[in-house]
């Protein structure tokens, strides 16, 4: 990063909410129902969600993306190529 320039901030959002709700449905169904079968797809779906959001949160602290302009002018049409 170069001096002077503003401290970077990296906000991360679900693409899908569907593991997040099928984890809170798990947990309800094990209050209401418990059974080993919820236990095991709690772990799996749960564990799974954790170390996906583990991993795209480690990985969002170490991405740098700098952009740059090669050419000064651009007109409407002109493709444009980052590096």
Do not use: F, K, N
Not at 25 to 37: D, G
Not at 39 to 47: Q, R, W, Y
Not at 63 to 80: E, H, P
């Amino acid at each position: 990063m170069q001096q002077g320039s503003p401290a970077l901030h990296v906000m991360l959002r679900p693409r899908s909410w569907i593991p997040v709700a099928l984890v809170v449905l798990l947990v309800l169904l094990q209050l209401v129902s418990p059974s080993r079968t919820w236990v095991i797809l709690l772990c799996g779906v749960g564990g799974m969600t954790l170390a996906a959001y583990l991993w795209a949160r480690s990985l969002a602290q170490s991405v740098r993306i700098d952009r740059s302009l090669r050419y000064v002018w651009a007109q409407v049409g002109d493709l444009l190529e980052e590096r």
